[in-house]
């Protein structure tokens, strides 16, 4: 089983919400999204006050991000029964804008503080790969012979490099996608509904 990482295990919602709040960037009654903070700022032209953001929450709060409601007891489970789990992401090295945050080194450190149990890891370190590029990403999945994989973006699993063999499920929390544009793909909108969706 293969799992990105970044808005499929982790939420960002609240941290982005609080960071914009702390630098007084986003009005207070800014929903607690995302997507809403990065709207407002793209609104009034500050796309760059949000791609620093990006950087700084990546990089050095990284650790008050919190997952998604059930992914530890998904991991568990799926670690129970037998299954292998592996985490497959691709994002930058360092932020493009701001301080040179070691961005793969801080969402390993998250992996290790938040996905274990009783101090063991619920995925092994060997099982986390953290890729520089969408193709990257793409041949890892293949080379780690995903029975399935879970993401957030479409154009990730609607890719043309994306292992025919795999099959693919879309995570989609807040129900940004209709399921008419997605063909021959699940759209699940929590860890429970994907645990469900191997099930059935």
Known sequence: IGLDFDNTIVSYDVLFHKVAREQDVVPPDTPVNKVAVRDYLRKIGREEVWTEMQGYVYGA????????????????????????????????????LGPQ????????????????ELGSPLIPARQVFFELTKEEKLARIGSFGCDVF??????????????ASTRRILFDPEGHHAAESLPGIPVVQSWDGFSQCLRS
């Open 61 to 96: 709060r990284m650790d008050e991000a919190l997952a998604y409601p059930g992914v530890s007891e998904f991991l568990h489970w799926a670690g129970q029964a037998g299954h292998d789990l592996a985490i497959v992401s691709h994002k930058t090295k360092h932020p493009f």
């Open 101 to 116: 945050y070691d961005l793969h080194a801080a969402a390993r450190v998250w992996v290790e503080r938040h996905l274990c």
């Open 150 to 163: 879970l993401d957030d973006l479409p154009e990730i699993l609607q890719a043309s490099g994306f292992p």
